[in-house]
């Protein structure tokens, strides 16, 4: 009974991002980024035609289904873009970020899209990482693209990755 408590850990499930996701999701944006999108933001997103994502949700936990980390995107014409990505604080390293933006690059393909960009803080190590093991390349910098709270200006990084 001690060792199975011991040997506990968590499950995740990837699953289409739906409208009433939008709050949770809000909650997440704004633990891992300066400033966070409402949940009116997401929303009016995700009713766009062409934009789309999806939500790991905890399928363990003890009494509730608690949303882990999102990817949304958007296909246009066969090129697309991720808009945002994050897990939460508590969910970092557990492979969410990867499987996040693989359920991402699927639903592109199967969408029509060729070709796929995000755009990176180039001091974003984490993600940079992330995204170079999923086959990202680098293909332009934008230099004091990002504006700090301090008015800091940070490097943008434009990253892309073909799916034919
Ligand atoms: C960037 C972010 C989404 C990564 O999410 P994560 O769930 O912590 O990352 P993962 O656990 O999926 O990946 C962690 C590592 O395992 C690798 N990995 C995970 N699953 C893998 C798999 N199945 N096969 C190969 N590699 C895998 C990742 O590439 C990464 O490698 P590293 O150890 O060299 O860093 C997360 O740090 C985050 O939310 N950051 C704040 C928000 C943010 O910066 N978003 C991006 C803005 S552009």
New binding site residues.
Partial sequence: MFDEYLQWKPYFEIVPMEADDCREISELHGQ??PRQWSDGEFLSLLLQPNVFGFVARQTNAFFSRPAA?FVLAREVAGEAEIL????GNK?????????LMQAALRETSQRGGEVIF????AA?Q??I??YR?LGFTTVAERPAYYAGPDGERSTALVMKRDLR
Avoid at 84 to 87: D, G, I, L, Q, S
Avoid at 118 to 121: F, I, S
């Fill in positions: 891992r980024f980390g945002t990505v994050a897990v969910f970092g390293n557990l492979g969410l970020g990867w499987r995000l755009e990176v803080e974003n984490a993600a990482r992330l093991k």
